[in-house]
Nanobody, 123 residues
Framework: EVQLVESGGGLVQPGGSLRLSCAASGFTFEDFGIGWFRQAPGKEREGVACINSNGGRSHYVDSVKGRFAISADYAASTSYLQMNSLKPEDTAVYYC????????????????WGQGTQVTVSS
Protein backbone atom coordinates (compact mmCIF):
# COMPACT_ATOMS: atom_id res chain seq x y z
CA GLU A 1 0.00 0.00 0.00
CA VAL A 2 1.35 3.39 -1.01
CA GLN A 3 1.50 5.88 1.83
CA LEU A 4 2.76 9.43 2.21
CA VAL A 5 2.61 10.77 5.75
CA GLU A 6 3.35 14.42 6.48
CA SER A 7 4.42 15.69 9.87
CA GLY A 8 6.02 18.73 11.45
CA GLY A 9 3.27 21.29 11.09
CA GLY A 10 2.17 23.56 13.89
CA LEU A 11 1.82 27.11 15.10
CA VAL A 12 4.79 29.44 14.62
CA GLN A 13 5.30 33.19 14.93
CA PRO A 14 6.07 35.32 11.89
CA GLY A 15 9.75 35.09 11.07
CA GLY A 16 10.01 31.63 12.56
CA SER A 17 10.91 28.29 10.98
CA LEU A 18 9.41 24.85 10.60
CA ARG A 19 10.60 21.67 8.93
CA LEU A 20 7.97 19.45 7.39
CA SER A 21 8.61 15.77 6.74
CA CYS A 22 7.00 13.42 4.24
CA ALA A 23 7.60 9.76 4.99
CA ALA A 24 6.97 7.49 2.01
CA SER A 25 6.29 3.76 1.83
CA GLY A 26 4.88 1.23 -0.60
CA PHE A 27 6.81 2.40 -3.66
CA THR A 28 10.41 2.89 -4.79
CA PHE A 29 11.04 6.35 -3.40
CA GLU A 30 14.15 7.09 -5.47
CA ASP A 31 12.19 6.60 -8.71
CA PHE A 32 9.71 9.34 -7.87
CA GLY A 33 9.70 13.10 -7.84
CA ILE A 34 8.22 14.71 -4.75
CA GLY A 35 6.13 17.84 -4.65
CA TRP A 36 4.94 19.95 -1.75
CA PHE A 37 1.64 21.76 -2.12
CA ARG A 38 -0.43 23.96 0.15
CA GLN A 39 -4.04 25.02 0.40
CA ALA A 40 -5.19 28.01 2.40
CA PRO A 41 -8.84 28.45 3.42
CA GLY A 42 -10.92 29.59 0.47
CA LYS A 43 -8.05 29.23 -1.99
CA GLU A 44 -7.00 26.68 -4.55
CA ARG A 45 -4.18 24.29 -3.80
CA GLU A 46 -0.86 25.57 -5.13
CA GLY A 47 2.50 23.98 -5.78
CA VAL A 48 5.19 25.22 -3.42
CA ALA A 49 8.29 23.17 -4.22
CA CYS A 50 9.31 19.97 -5.97
CA ILE A 51 12.38 17.81 -6.38
CA ASN A 52 12.97 15.29 -9.13
CA SER A 53 13.72 11.59 -8.68
CA ASN A 54 17.50 11.83 -8.36
CA GLY A 55 17.42 15.02 -6.34
CA GLY A 56 19.34 16.92 -8.96
CA ARG A 57 16.68 19.47 -9.77
CA SER A 58 14.21 21.42 -7.71
CA HIS A 59 11.71 24.18 -8.39
CA TYR A 60 9.93 26.69 -6.19
CA VAL A 61 6.97 28.98 -6.53
CA ASP A 62 8.18 32.59 -6.56
CA SER A 63 6.59 33.45 -3.22
CA VAL A 64 8.84 31.03 -1.29
CA LYS A 65 12.13 31.32 -3.19
CA GLY A 66 14.98 32.05 -0.82
CA ARG A 67 12.89 31.04 2.21
CA PHE A 68 11.95 27.38 1.63
CA ALA A 69 14.20 24.46 0.74
CA ILE A 70 13.11 21.00 -0.40
CA SER A 71 15.30 17.94 0.08
CA ALA A 72 15.09 14.17 -0.05
CA ASP A 73 16.76 11.49 2.06
CA TYR A 74 16.65 8.41 -0.14
CA ALA A 75 17.94 6.08 2.56
CA ALA A 76 15.01 7.10 4.77
CA SER A 77 12.45 7.45 1.95
CA THR A 78 11.61 10.88 3.32
CA SER A 79 11.32 14.33 1.83
CA TYR A 80 11.70 17.51 3.85
CA LEU A 81 10.50 21.04 3.38
CA GLN A 82 12.52 23.51 5.43
CA MET A 83 10.53 26.70 5.83
CA ASN A 84 12.28 29.83 7.12
CA SER A 85 11.19 33.44 7.55
CA LEU A 86 7.59 32.33 7.69
CA LYS A 87 4.85 34.84 6.98
CA PRO A 88 1.15 34.82 7.88
CA GLU A 89 0.36 34.22 4.21
CA ASP A 90 2.18 30.89 4.45
CA THR A 91 -0.64 29.62 6.65
CA ALA A 92 -2.19 26.58 4.95
CA VAL A 93 -2.51 22.83 4.98
CA TYR A 94 0.65 21.45 3.42
CA TYR A 95 0.60 18.25 1.39
CA CYS A 96 3.31 16.13 -0.17
CA UNK A 97 2.76 14.16 -3.35
CA UNK A 98 4.71 11.74 -5.53
CA UNK A 99 5.00 11.39 -9.30
CA UNK A 100 7.16 9.11 -11.44
CA UNK A 101 10.53 10.72 -12.17
CA UNK A 102 10.07 14.40 -12.81
CA UNK A 103 9.27 17.50 -10.81
CA UNK A 104 6.13 19.57 -11.31
CA UNK A 105 4.42 22.39 -9.47
CA UNK A 106 1.05 21.49 -10.96
CA UNK A 107 -0.99 18.95 -9.07
CA UNK A 108 -2.67 16.96 -11.82
CA UNK A 109 0.55 15.08 -12.67
CA UNK A 110 0.84 13.53 -9.23
CA UNK A 111 -0.11 9.94 -8.49
CA UNK A 112 0.01 9.74 -4.72
CA TRP A 113 -0.91 12.21 -1.98
CA GLY A 114 -0.53 12.51 1.75
CA GLN A 115 -3.23 13.65 4.15
CA GLY A 116 -1.71 17.05 4.91
CA THR A 117 -0.34 18.88 7.91
CA GLN A 118 -1.52 22.26 9.17
CA VAL A 119 0.90 25.19 9.31
CA THR A 120 -0.29 28.35 11.05
CA VAL A 121 1.85 31.47 11.12
CA SER A 122 0.50 33.95 13.64
CA SER A 123 1.60 36.12 16.52
Amino acid sequence: EVQLVESGGGLVQPGGSLRLSCAASGFTFEDFGIGWFRQAPGKEREGVACINSNGGRSHYVDSVKGRFAISADYAASTSYLQMNSLKPEDTAVYYCAAVGGACYLTEHEYDYWGQGTQVTVSS
